[in-house]
């Protein structure tokens, strides 16, 4: 260089042991009484420290960064009392290098440290030692797992998979693996573990672990799915449905195996899924395929309009989000192949967990690297179906979820345990409603009414003892149509028209309809007029338009429903027109509504009536 610079450190850091450069023109450097040091290059920077500790009290020996990662490491010689010689490794985090991240401790080497070097993706930490022995630490585990209901598995070691139900309150059982799996998959009674065309596959049992068999498939795996029976692999854009056990008295021997998809089907399948009953698969065409195993044939398909990435079914198999090449995501339900467009889908998004609790059908999570979103499947209201935002989570740092019950979050992290996130959207489960605000009770309100977690609900609305909060309660089960606890918050109001005009329709089966009262009563009359028209019984529209005196609205839907009813609608519309004063169209409406020799009559009386009231304006 040019013009080169120097720098002189204190004299009580000692002499520089080692450096490394990390970050945007940072070094650290490592001084042999135990001090590191970081500096920066950029010029306006240069001759500060930013950083400087002493970690290490006798001489510090080397240092190495991992920049992904983010963590320094630096190994010292400790003397002890008693002369024993032994070294420690000390982890630092870069973000804050006060913090110690992690300390290893090795007592079986005499000689000294030499060097020690990361692998590029910082799994693995490298230390040479004097006497020519070399040792190798797993500074982080490949985050893989998988969940089946309640049950989750995932690595805890290279060579150990541990399986568990906390929700059930079942021991964690350990399983020691052939080699380090590249995937893993649970179901209700095995594992499957596995790398490149290979699986290994155990059985969960009362008495233990036992390994069932191995199988080789035509290409690299990519991902395993596993139910009851059946274990689905997707390698090379094809699927192979097999049987796990494969006895034969248990499942037919055309139904042992089957290879998706068929040698005439020119597509690519990019992600699937099995239930219980269902293969779900999605491909680069965008068709959505259900495969039903007790038919043992595809009982429905949908085609999107792009390619499907991802499909995550429900535990039901009734429901399935997938997102598709354009990051978009949609809810699409099977039963009736209707589809719903998920609102504020961020394209980051790496997966889906649906809700396990059992009282909770309709909830799921959608997880990216850092923050978990909660939506919500409102499948029965007066605005028809439709997903909805309910909020969302921090999620802590290399953190991948598992699992969802109840509003917590099972996740693995890096270090191979497993720990419980509490969703924000779920904080009403967790708070005392006696120590709680009226403010931050009126907002876990609204948390409980959008999860449609009713009976939480009430109990806030107790807790509250306000009569606005008992309003929005009832207005929410109006909406959700939920026609008996919408009878209770009212006859908690004291509203007895309400809870009369309730009683009055409790029984009505037809959706439509029930739909078109709910509405009328939240004084949506548009959409009410709506649903009566679509219900059994459309007249309904007519009756609420007449009795709320809307005659333009009333007429028009006489000439479609009823329109012998014209003459007695527009009758009535005539005598408020008269009322009001507009002579002209009330004449116009008794004409419509009166016919033969009345309609002379009617005629004469209105014209007199009119000029009786125009000589009576000019006399005064």
């Given at each position: 260089p040019d013009n080169p610079i120097e720098l002189a450190f204190q004299q009580r850091y000692g002499n520089i042991i080692s450096y490394r450069w990390y970050g945007d023109g940072y070094i650290m450097i490592g001084?042999?009484?135990?001090?590191?040091?970081?500096?920066?290059?950029?010029?306006?920077?240069?001759g500060q420290e930013l950083f400087q500790a002493h970690n290490h009290k006798d001489s510090l020996t080397s240092i190495a960064i991992s920049q992904s990662l983010n963590k320094a490491a630096s190994?010292?010689?400790?003397?002890?009392?008693?002369?024993?010689?032994?070294?420690?490794?000390?982890?630092?985090?870069?973000?804050?290098?006060?913090?110690?991240?992690?300390?290893?401790?090795?007592?079986?080497?005499?000689?000294?440290?030499?060097?020690?070097?990361?692998?590029?993706?910082?799994?693995?930490?490298?230390?040479?030692?004097?006497?020519?022995?070399?040792?190798?630490?797993?500074?982080?585990?490949?985050?893989?797992?998988?969940?089946?209901?309640?049950?989750?598995?995932?690595?805890?070691?290279?060579?150990?998979?541990?399986?568990?139900?906390?929700?059930?309150?079942?021991?964690?059982?350990?399983?020691?693996?052939?080699?380090?799996?590249?995937?893993?998959?649970?179901?209700?009674?095995?594992?499957?573990?596995?790398?490149?065309?290979?699986?290994?596959?155990?059985?969960?049992?009362?008495?233990?672990?036992?390994?069932?068999?191995?199988?080789?498939?035509?290409?690299?795996?990519?991902?395993?799915?596993?139910?009851?029976?059946?274990?689905?692999?997707?390698?090379?854009?094809?699927?192979?449905?097999?049987?796990?056990?494969?006895?034969?008295?248990?499942?037919?021997?055309?139904?042992?195996?089957?290879l998706f998809p068929e040698p005439d089907q020119k597509y690519?399948?990019?992600?699937?899924?099995?239930?219980?009953?269902?293969?779900y698969y999605g491909t680069d065409t965008g068709l959505i395929q259900c495969f039903y195993f007790e038919d043992w044939q595809s009982v429905n398909e949908y085609r999107h309009?792009?390619?499907?990435?991802?499909?995550?079914?429900?535990?039901?198999?009734?429901?399935?989000?997938?997102?598709?090449?354009?990051?978009?995501?949609?809810?699409?339900?099977?039963?009736?192949?209707?589809v719903f467009e998920i609102p504020d889908f961020s394209p980051a998004i790496k997966g889906v967990l649906w809700e396990n609790w059992f009282s909770n059908k309709g909830v799921f999570v959608a997880y990216e690297e850092d923050k978990v979103?909660?939506?919500?499947?409102?499948?029965?209201?007066?605005?028809?179906?439709?997903?909805?935002?309910?909020?969302a989570t921090k999620l802590p740092f290399s953190h991948k979820p598992l699992l969802l019950?109840?509003?917590?979050?099972?996740?693995?992290?890096?270090?191979?345990?497993?720990?419980?996130?509490?969703?924000?959207?779920?904080?009403?489960?967790?708070?005392?409603?006696?120590?709680?605000?009226?403010?931050?009770?009126?907002?876990?309100?609204?948390?409980?009414?959008?999860?449609k977690r009713f009976s939480d609900a009430w109990n806030i609305c107790k807790a509250l003892n306000r009569s606005e909060a008992w309003g929005e309660l009832g207005r929410a089960c109006l909406h959700h149509m939920e026609v008996e606890l919408a009878i209770r918050v009212y006859r908690m109001m004291g509203n007895v028209g309400m809870v009369m005009s309730l009683e009055d329709i409790k029984g009505i089966e037809d959706q439509n309809l029930l739909a078109g009262h709910l509405a009328m009563f939240c004084n949506d009359y548009n959409r009410a007029q709506d649903l009566y028209l679509t219900s059994s019984y459309p007249m309904a529209a007519l009756e609420m338009r007449r009795d709320l005196q809307h005659w333009d609205s009333a007429l028009q839907l006489a000439k479609r429903l009823d329109p012998d009813e014209i003459p007695f609608i527009s009758k009535e519309y005539a005598i408020q027109l008269e009322f009001v004063g507009d002579y002209t169209?009330?004449?116009?409406?008794?004409?419509?509504?009166?016919?033969?020799?009345?309609?002379?009559?009617?005629?004469?009386?209105?014209?007199?009536?009119?000029?009786?009231?125009?000589?009576?304006?000019?006399?005064?």
């Amino acid at each position: 260089p040019d013009n080169p610079i120097e720098l002189a450190f204190q004299q009580r850091y000692g002499n520089i042991i080692s450096y490394r450069w990390y970050g945007d023109g940072y070094i650290m450097i490592g001084f042999s009484h135990g001090y590191f040091v970081v500096i920066s290059t950029h010029i306006r920077e240069i001759g500060q420290e930013l950083f400087q500790a002493h970690n290490h009290k006798d001489s510090l020996t080397s240092i190495a960064i991992s920049q992904s990662l983010n963590k320094a490491a630096s190994f010292v010689k400790i003397n002890d009392l008693k002369d024993f010689i032994f070294f420690l490794i000390k982890i630092h985090d870069l973000t804050d290098l006060k913090e110690m991240y992690a300390i290893v401790t090795l007592d079986e080497e005499t000689k000294g440290l030499d060097q020690m070097c990361w692998t590029d993706d910082g799994q693995l930490l490298a230390v040479s030692s004097q006497q020519g022995s070399l040792h190798v630490f797993l500074t982080k585990l490949p985050i893989l797992g998988d969940s089946s209901g309640t049950r989750i598995a995932y690595l805890t070691s290279l060579l150990e998979v541990t399986v568990d139900n906390q929700v059930e309150g079942e021991s964690p059982v350990a399983i020691a693996v052939e080699v380090e799996p590249s995937f893993i998959a649970v179901g209700p009674y095995h594992v499957a573990v596995g790398m490149n065309n290979r699986a290994w596959f155990y059985a969960l049992g009362d008495g233990g672990v036992e390994r069932v068999k191995d199988t080789e498939y035509l290409g690299t795996v990519a991902s395993m799915c596993l139910n009851c029976d059946y274990a689905a692999a997707l390698f090379e854009g094809k699927v192979q449905l097999h049987v796990i056990d494969g006895d034969e008295q248990v499942v037919q021997e055309d139904r042992q195996t089957k290879l998706f998809p068929e040698p005439d089907q020119k597509y690519r399948i990019l992600s699937h899924a099995l239930t219980s009953e269902f293969l779900y698969y999605g491909t680069d065409t965008g068709l959505i395929q259900c495969f039903y195993f007790e038919d043992w044939q595809s009982v429905n398909e949908y085609r999107h309009t792009v390619g499907v990435r991802k499909v995550f079914p429900d535990p039901n198999g009734t429901r399935l989000v997938f997102i598709d090449e354009k990051s978009d995501s949609f809810l699409y339900c099977p039963v009736n192949d209707s589809v719903f467009e998920i609102p504020d889908f961020s394209p980051a998004i790496k997966g889906v967990l649906w809700e396990n609790w059992f009282s909770n059908k309709g909830v799921f999570v959608a997880y990216e690297e850092d923050k978990v979103y909660t939506y919500a499947f409102h499948k029965d209201t007066i605005q028809g179906s439709k997903v909805i935002l309910v909020g969302a989570t921090k999620l802590p740092f290399s953190h991948k979820p598992l699992l969802l019950h109840n509003g917590e979050l099972t996740c693995q992290t890096q270090s191979g345990k497993i720990n419980s996130v509490v969703l924000n959207t779920h904080s009403f489960l967790n708070n005392p409603h006696s120590d709680t605000s009226k403010d931050k009770l009126q907002w876990l309100l609204q948390q409980a009414v959008m999860l449609k977690r009713f009976s939480d609900a009430w109990n806030i609305c107790k807790a509250l003892n306000r009569s606005e909060a008992w309003g929005e309660l009832g207005r929410a089960c109006l909406h959700h149509m939920e026609v008996e606890l919408a009878i209770r918050v009212y006859r908690m109001m004291g509203n007895v028209g309400m809870v009369m005009s309730l009683e009055d329709i409790k029984g009505i089966e037809d959706q439509n309809l029930l739909a078109g009262h709910l509405a009328m009563f939240c004084n949506d009359y548009n959409r009410a007029q709506d649903l009566y028209l679509t219900s059994s019984y459309p007249m309904a529209a007519l009756e609420m338009r007449r009795d709320l005196q809307h005659w333009d609205s009333a007429l028009q839907l006489a000439k479609r429903l009823d329109p012998d009813e014209i003459p007695f609608i527009s009758k009535e519309y005539a005598i408020q027109l008269e009322f009001v004063g507009d002579y002209t169209n009330a004449l116009a409406h008794y004409e419509k509504g009166i016919t033969g020799n009345n309609k002379v009559s009617v005629c004469i009386v209105c014209s007199l009536t009119y000029k009786s009231l125009s000589v009576a304006s000019v006399t005064e």
